[in-house]
């Protein structure tokens, strides 16, 4: 499964999908897929939007080009606005967490933290913060 993060208004989205590509402006999420980043939501939400709830959200593709084709899946808001305003320490706080204490610096879960905060903090009020899922390696 490839899972790529990206900006973009919901509006633009059947564009993107009829494209059949990742949008050129997104960022390769490694080692994870929607279902595992919703205990990150949890997480980085304090737990306002909790495993259930984000797994549903991040589970149904807000956009699908049908079976075995992409999928485009929203990151809930609660956790765009935390990701965005999120300093180092905080984020190193909820990889630990994330991780149960055993991820290291370059490994997937630091670096995805670390794209989405990117994302999130570059984020225009009327963008969402996505996930481009497909099939494959």
Same mark, same amino acid.
């Given at each position: 499964? $490839?899972? +790529?993060?990206? !900006?973009?208004?919901?509006? #633009?989205?059947? $564009?993107?999908?009829?494209?059949?590509?990742?949008?050129?402006?997104?960022?390769? !999420? $490694?080692?994870?897929?929607?279902?595992?980043?919703?205990?990150? =939501? %949890?997480?980085?939400?304090?737990?306002?939007?909790?495993? %259930? %709830?984000?797994? =549903?959200?991040?589970?149904?593709?807000?956009?699908?080009? /049908?079976?075995? $084709?992409?999928?485009? +899946?929203?990151?809930?808001?609660?956790?765009?606005? #935390?990701?965005?305003?999120?300093?180092?320490? *905080? &984020?190193?706080?909820?990889?630990? %967490?994330?991780?149960?204490?055993?991820? &290291?610096?370059?490994?997937?879960? *630091?670096?995805? =933290?670390?794209?989405?905060?990117? @994302?999130?903090?570059? &984020?225009?009020? *009327?963008? /969402? @913060?996505?996930?481009?899922?497909?099939? /494959?390696?």
């Amino acid at each position: 499964m $490839r899972v +790529h993060a990206f !900006l973009a208004t919901a509006d #633009a989205l059947p $564009r993107l999908l009829d494209a059949g590509t990742p949008p050129a402006n997104s960022a390769v !999420l $490694r080692g994870v897929d929607p279902l595992n980043l919703a205990s990150l =939501v %949890e997480i980085v939400t304090a737990g306002s939007v909790d495993d %259930e %709830e984000a797994s =549903v959200a991040l589970e149904n593709p807000v956009l699908t080009g /049908g079976p075995r $084709r992409p999928s485009i +899946h929203l990151l809930p808001v609660d956790a765009v606005d #935390a990701l965005g305003r999120a300093d180092a320490a *905080e &984020r190193a706080l909820w990889v630990a %967490e994330w991780t149960g204490g055993n991820g &290291r610096p370059d490994d997937a879960p *630091e670096k995805t =933290v670390e794209v989405l905060a990117q @994302l999130a903090a570059a &984020r225009e009020p *009327e963008q /969402g @913060l996505y996930l481009w899922v497909a099939d /494959g390696p």
